[in-house]
T-cell receptor
Framework: DGGITQSPKYLFRKEGQNVTLSCEQN?????MYWYRQDPGQGLRLIYY???????QKGDIAEGYSVSREKKESFPLTVTSAQKNPTAFYLC???????????FGEGSWLTVV | QKEVEQDPGPLSVPEGAIVSLNCTYS??????FMWYRQYSRKGPELLMYTYSSGNKEDGRFTAQVDKSSKYISLFIRDSQPSDSATYLCAMTPVRNQGGKLIFGQGTELSVKP
């Protein structure tokens, strides 16, 4: 089936550790996105990439890093510099010049 | 002031009721409007997509855009318990660098049997 796969679904990490969230899509979409969702705050854009080997910061990029070495993959690293990393992380993708984006099932990160 | 404002609710209605979900926005450049539905602990799924002003109907769902008032609505007729979810509005201008969407905070809806 075509879609966006995020892993792991649930992740626990100790404070000060870096963690990488995986996002893979087989939709042949060009653009990919990472959003963070906190209760009552909607979705906030972390990073996005429109083509391979290129990406841009979103509204809350501090403490995060990404790479886009392959069209189908857009991993997100939550670094120890992120002050409040516990959240629900959503990966999304967009086809060509379309205006709608499609989401994966999300990853829950809890830092203790 | 946020670009997109959405009443977070929660909103609780009896089964069969008509539900009205709303968003207001401040950027007059917004031309594309979307509604996403998000079940608990799941990713959002696209529900409705409209361009500019007017209405669009899909089954029990109707999306309405009033650009003069900078106001969009999603109506759900004959609401069902399975409609219980968080509903997110999203929008973007015509010339959209990067294809980024601006989201509302989401409205949590509960439909009671």
């Amino acid at each position: 089936d075509g879609g966006i796969t995020q892993s792991p679904k649930y992740l626990f990490r100790k404070e000060g550790q870096n963690v990488t969230l995986s996002c893979e899509q087989n939709l042949n979409h060009d653009a990919m996105y990472w959003y963070r969702q906190d209760p009552g705050q909607g979705l906030r854009l972390i990073y996005y990439s429109q083509i391979v080997n290129d990406f841009q910061k979103g509204d809350i990029a501090e403490g995060y890093s990404v790479s886009r070495e392959k069209k189908e993959s857009f991993p997100l690293t939550v670094t120890s510099a992120q002050k409040n990393p516990t959240a629900f992380y959503l990966c999304a993708s967009r086809r060509g010049s379309g205006n709608t984006i499609y989401f994966g099932e999300g990853s829950w990160l809890t830092v203790v | 002031q946020k670009e997109v404002e959405q009443d977070p609710g929660p909103l609780s209605v009896p089964e069969g009721a008509i539900v009205s979900l709303n968003c207001t926005y401040s950027n007059s450049a917004f031309q594309y409007f979307m509604w996403y539905r998000q079940y608990s602990r799941k990713g959002p799924e696209l529900l409705m997509y409209t361009y500019s002003s007017g209405n669009k109907e899909d089954g029990r769902f109707t999306a309405q855009v009033d650009k003069s008032s900078k106001y969009i609505s999603l109506f759900i007729r004959d609401s069902q318990p399975s409609d219980s979810a968080t509903y997110l509005c999203a929008m973007t201008p015509v010339r959209n660098q990067g294809g980024k969407l601006i989201f509302g905070q989401g409205t949590e809806l509960s439909v009671k049997p």
